[in-house]
């Protein structure tokens, strides 16, 4: 899909053709609220997003408007992949990894993605999403780098 696509369809949240806070602390809501998150643990991520947030402010908004259009988004697609987005995957691998055994198990997989593990040809479950592996689809898809059967429904109507 397009930078523009993916802009539309993800992370303006609004739909006002910007993005700015509200559109990515509703992202954050949306996956506090899906793994049921306490504190400290909803409080960590919605500061991964604000991170993230203020590096997007700081990288994309090139007219000083304190928003991101479309077009700034799309100019700079090569380089998001930044240090605050990368935390955001850390902290919501984190979150999502109730039994801290650094990998999301499939109970832990449906609490996120509200759908269970995609089946190998064989017919035997996915063992498990590591760390590494969640970092990069997940930075994969942020950047609009590539589609994702659950990252897709997952953030797209925040």
């Not at 910007?18 to 998150?37: G, I, Y």
């Not at 697609?77 to 984190?94: H, K, M, N, T, Y």
């Not at 993605?113 to 064989?122: K, L």
């Not at 999403?129 to 990252?151: E, Q």
Request: glycine fraction near 8%; aromatic fraction near 12%; charged fraction near 30%.
């Amino acid at each position: 899909r397009s930078a523009e696509a993916f802009f539309t369809e993800v992370l303006d949240q609004t739909g006002d053709g910007f993005v700015e806070w509200p559109d990515l602390a509703a992202m954050a809501r949306e996956l506090a609220t899906r793994l049921d998150l306490e504190e400290p643990a909803e409080t960590r991520l919605y500061s991964a997003f604000a991170d993230w947030w203020r590096e997007l402010q700081a990288e994309l908004d090139t007219d000083g408007d304190g928003r991101v259009s479309r077009d700034e988004y799309a100019r700079a697609v090569p380089s998001l992949a930044g240090p605050a987005l990368i935390r955001v995957a850390e902290v919501l691998f984190d979150v999502t990894d109730t039994d801290g055994n650094g990998v999301i198990d499939e109970a832990e997989y449906r609490a996120l993605f509200r759908t269970g593990f995609h089946r190998t040809p064989e017919g035997t479950a996915h063992e498990g999403y590591t760390r590494g592996a969640f970092v990069r689809d997940f930075l994969a898809f942020m950047t609009g780098r590539r589609r994702s059967t659950p990252y897709d429904p997952l953030l797209a109507d925040a």
